[in-house]
């Protein structure tokens, strides 16, 4: 009875290790393909060749972990309704998002990268770099990085997707890996997003992104 009991507990503990890595793997790969390119990708490359890199990197990862945080808290919440809506509201989701980017992408052109999400960001940027003050101290530039970034990602598809992700996953995995996707853009684009803006190919990550999305649907329905 004791091997049966620590049988059961080992094969209890894996498969919450096994749940907790898929919840982290998509939340990184949402992230990470996602991102890239993305309009708050452009607001945090374009802050940091004006501002300190390191005051930039971290408010922007501040703004984009709290964004993380409070989509997994809905995404909790949605939890409670009755798991059939909730599991034919994340196919739907994931699927219909699918379907759109991949359209979009079809539609794009071949160039580098979008540049009216370039010019939305920058257009973002000038404005808020109008209202700092002549004395730009390092709390002003902070809020600044933080509230655009905030404002930026809010309604954004990430979030959507955040939310239905965190419904039907593992919170903690889907929070760990979302914020350290977030990161590793944020980095790219604080070190090197200038060099790299030009290089990215926007109708590449957007199909991916497309390709993604429909995989979780997929993966969504078959686990249902």
């Given amino acids: 009875m004791a091997l049966i009991k620590l049988t059961e507990e080992s094969y209890l503990i894996l498969r919450s290790l096994l749940t907790l890595l898929s919840a982290f793997t998509a939340g990184l790969l949402l992230i990470a393909v996602s991102e890239l390119g993305?309009?708050?990708?452009?607001?945090?490359v374009i802050l940091a060749m004006r501002h300190s890199r390191r005051l930039i990197f971290a408010s922007v990862l501040a703004a984009l972990a709290t964004m993380t945080v409070l989509s997994v808290a809905v995404g909790q919440a949605a939890s409670l309704f009755p798991q059939v809506y909730i599991h034919y509201a994340e196919i739907v989701l994931f699927i219909g998002f699918g379907?759109?980017?991949?359209?979009?992408?079809?539609?794009?052109?071949?160039?580098?990268?979008?540049?009216?999400?370039?010019?939305?960001?920058?257009?973002?940027?000038?404005?808020?770099?109008?209202?700092?003050?002549?004395?730009?101290?390092?709390?002003?530039?902070?809020?600044?990085?933080?509230?655009?970034?905030?404002?930026?990602?809010?309604g954004d598809r990430t979030q959507f997707a955040?939310?239905?992700?965190?419904?039907?996953?593992?919170?903690?995995?889907?929070?760990?890996?979302?914020?350290?996707?977030?990161?590793?853009?944020?980095?790219?684009?604080?070190?090197?997003?200038?060099?790299?803006?030009?290089?990215?190919?926007?109708?590449?990550?957007?199909?991916v992104g497309g390709f993604l999305f429909l995989v979780f649907g997929i993966v969504a329905w078959l686990q249902g």
Avoid at 38 to 44: N, R
Avoid at 119 to 138: D, G, M, R, S, Y
Avoid at 182 to 200: D, F, W
Wanted: hydrophobic share 50%.
């Fill in 38 to 44: 993305d309009k708050t990708f452009f607001i945090a």
């Fill in 99 to 154: 379907f759109k980017l991949l359209y979009q992408a079809s539609v794009m052109p071949a160039a580098s990268c979008d540049a009216e999400v370039v010019l939305e960001a920058t257009e973002v940027v000038e404005k808020a770099e109008f209202k700092l003050p002549e004395e730009q101290t390092a709390t002003a530039i902070c809020l600044e990085a933080f509230s655009l970034t905030f404002l930026a990602e809010w």
């Fill in 162 to 207: 955040t939310i239905a992700l965190a419904a039907g996953n593992n919170p903690i995995g889907v929070t760990t890996g979302a914020i350290l996707g977030h990161a590793i853009c944020t980095a790219i684009a604080v070190i090197g997003g200038r060099m790299l803006a030009g290089r990215i190919s926007e109708r590449t990550l957007t199909g």
